[in-house]
């Protein structure tokens, strides 16, 4: 290799180095605004108050939908309509929390190929898991095509018992909002695709 070919490859590796600790650099107005969400979201488990709105980006820690071992759990339900309806609860009973994390944990990736199903009207649930420090936020579809995501995973809830689980722990009120009677009533399985 001549002198030349090294000088540039030198070169070229310092380049890619420097453009590599670039990249690496922090972006203090994000660090920033992942903290409020962070305190915001400690603080609506703690209060046990929900948001207006699911957040556009949600805290998760890991690649399950629900990584944390969580003491409570804030639910907090919207319906998009022209009577917008929202309800929460807040959940602290180990064995609800265990079961809800184990189905949720245990969904799978929604199917590829056609899918044929139910209207999507809008309707969510913003759950958000804390252990007191840490947060997970998941959001759950609960019309069409219903997944829950945490942000970086989508689990197809499909003919699992999330939903129920879910619609059992908020108001029976959201539940009829949403699904109408029949379900709610009768704790029948939830609309789901066909």
Known sequence: MSVRNRTAAWIASVLTLGVAAVGCATDPAAEAHDRAALHAALEAVR???????PPDVLINGGGS????????LLLCGYVHSPAATTAQALVTGEAALNRLRTSLNELA???SGRVNCPADTGAKVLEIFGDGRHVAELVEKLSGCQVVSNGRFDGWVGNSDVG???MGLLPTGFCRAVWRAAPCDRGAAAPGPR
């Open 47 to 53: 209060t046990a108050h929900c948001p207006a709105a």
């Open 109 to 111: 990736e929604q199917p």
């Open 65 to 72: 939908l629900e990584p944390l071992v969580a003491n409570r």
């Open 164 to 166: 129920m689980t879910v």
